[in-house]
Structures are given as C-alpha cells and as structure tokens.
C-alpha cells in the first residue's frame, strides 16, 4: 500500500474500497479487528481502526484514532509483553504475543496481537499493522483443563493412598 498522509489514511482506505480497491475493502469490513499506526507521528498513534476493533475494545473510532496503543493497557498487563512489543517497534520486526488488555467498560480480554511493519517499495517503515484476536476462550479453557488435572491428581493420589 502507497504511503498517505497520516491525517488521511482512514480516507484513503474509505476512499479505495468505494472505487473497488479489495484490499482496502476488506481490512474495512473484516471481522477481524485492526489498526495501522503511524511511527512517524509522536507515540506512534493509531491512524486507522476497522470497526471490528471498535467492536471488541469498546471504543468509538474518535476515542483511539490520534491515541498510542497502550490506553488498552491495565493494572494486570503483564509488562514484560509490553517490553517485547516496544522492543519490535524499536526493530521495525513483526511481533506476535498474546497479552491481557482491557476494554473500555474495564473488563479484560486475552489479546493474541499480530503486528508488523509496513515498508514502502524503496524500503522505508510508513505505518505498523496490527491485528487483534479475542484469545479469552481458550485461555479460560486451558485454566479448566489445568483444574480438571489438578482434581484428577488428587483423586488418584487419594485413591492409591499418596
């Protein structure tokens, strides 16, 4: 994708999809949340939301366009994610992580973040494009899972007298 203007991204996206732009098309309407940010703007703010990432964090598109990524950030973040994900846009590297964020109503969601640079044709970091998944299911699952052995444990350690 060209780069644009940061202030006409979301536009330019809007713009493309209406003329039959696939690509622009369907970042817009997948369910899939994401964002592109813009490094080159101070603390790297978010330039474009779909509406599937409004959808999960709560947000409305004036709330987080202008904002760096961190307000979906709480007390239980876990801050060595945070570390790592700093440390990829540091390194213009592709990052993915799963971490705890939280919506705007304050409850948390597991976040498996996917999120890479995107480079111009001679080689230059214009934007980040980040993509989220709602991972919160399968993180409550593994806890079962983890509870379910630790009682099968104990009742076989209760069954062989151990």
């Known amino acids: 994708m060209e780069a644009a203007g940061p202030g006409r991204l979301l536009d330019r996206l809007q713009g493309e999809s209406h003329r039959g ?19 080159h703007q101070f603390d790297n703010p978010i330039v474009f939301a779909n509406t599937a990432f409004l959808a999960l964090t709560g947000y409305e598109r004036l709330e987080v366009v ?25 390194a ?3 990052i993915t ?24 044709d001679a080689g230059t970091l214009r934007y980040f494009f980040a993509s989220q998944l709602d991972v ?18 104990a009742a076989e350690a209760r069954l062989t007298g151990g």
């Open 21 to 39: 732009d696939p690509f622009a098309a369907a970042v817009r309407a997948t369910r899939m949340p994401m964002i592109v940010t813009d490094p």
């Open 66 to 90: 202008g904002r760096n990524c961190r307000f979906l950030q709480g007390p239980e973040t876990d801050p060595d994610a945070v570390s790592r994900i700093r440390e990829a846009v540091r």
């Open 92 to 94: 213009e590297a592709p």
């Open 97 to 120: 992580i799963d971490l705890l964020n939280y919506r705007r109503d304050g409850t948390t969601f597991r976040n498996a973040l996917y999120m890479g640079p995107v480079h111009d």
């Open 136 to 153: 919160s299911e399968r993180y409550g699952l593994l806890g079962e899972i983890a509870d379910l052995k630790a009682r099968l444990a």
